[in-house]
């Protein structure tokens, strides 16, 4: 785990929690971690409530987790996006194709 952010499956929830900074600097090692972590589960609800700080690079990291899904044939959501990720969403015309809950 990163210091610059955590993810963790909540148990009683069913979903994955992300916390902290989603930036092209955290990218790397979020993408390393995940890889495995989301593989133990068949659906990928993720909540970003947590995520403190996001640049261009969290909307990629988004879409790869959306193609990683679709490749092994799990779906995925995301619910409580951070103003940051919605108008970086907004502006780039993608918040129309993530499935936000």
Known sequence: MSD?????????????RVSGELT???ASAVMA???TLFDTKS??????A????ADSAS????????RQAKQSEKTISFR????????IAGA????????IQ
């Open 4 to 16: 610059l952010f955590s993810i963790q499956f909540d148990k009683d929830a069913q979903l994955f």
């Open 24 to 26: 092209l600097e955290s």
């Open 33 to 35: 971690e995940t890889e």
């Open 43 to 48: 659906e990928l609800d993720i909540d970003l």
């Open 50 to 53: 947590g995520v403190s700080r």
């Open 59 to 66: 909307l990629a990291l988004l879409i790869t987790w959306m």
């Open 80 to 87: 409580n996006l951070p103003n940051q990720m919605r108008a």
């Open 92 to 99: 780039s015309g993608l918040d129309e194709f993530l499935p």
